[in-house]
């Protein structure tokens, strides 16, 4: 699973596992709260650092417009969003991105756990733009 053009991509093959296992004991068909909680679990188990349900403040021309929820938070570079329906949709893919976005992030995962087979897309943030460190 892990493909080295892909940036990142030794740390989403642990997570997209964790998520394979979770979906592997579970099944499909209970609501998005109980595979956050066994994928918490899960992530635990194999040593990732996270923020479950991580809050960022989203601005618009520089003024803070509200909040928004991540599911997960990676090693602080991976965001992780969640679903449980029986197939993914056009504006779940949208909200991943826009996440990457808000967060100013490069990489995340949209998993979905509501379909027989786990499903999972990498997502990549077009606007990511490298902090500099001084």
């Known amino acids: 699973m892990i493909n080295e053009q892909y940036k990142y991509s030794e740390l989403t093959s642990k997570i997209i596992g964790c998520c394979m296992r979770v979906h592997q004991e579970l099944g499909n068909g209970f609501q998005e709260v109980i595979y956050q909680r066994a994928l918490e679990i899960e992530m635990k188990s194999v040593g990732l650092d996270f923020a479950r349900e991580f809050e960022m403040h989203i601005y618009y021309r520089e003024q803070y417009i509200g909040t928004r929820r991540v599911d997960f938070l ?3 570079i991976i965001s992780v969003e969640l679903k449980a329906v029986s197939k993914l949709e056009d504006d779940h893919l949208a909200q991943a991105i826009n996440y990457l976005e808000a967060y100013n992030l490069e990489v995340g995962l949209l998993i979905n756990f509501g379909s027989p087979s786990l499903v999972f897309k990498r997502v990549g943030n077009k606007k990511f733009k490298p902090v500099r460190s001084i």
Do not use: W
């Open 74 to 76: 990676v090693e602080d």
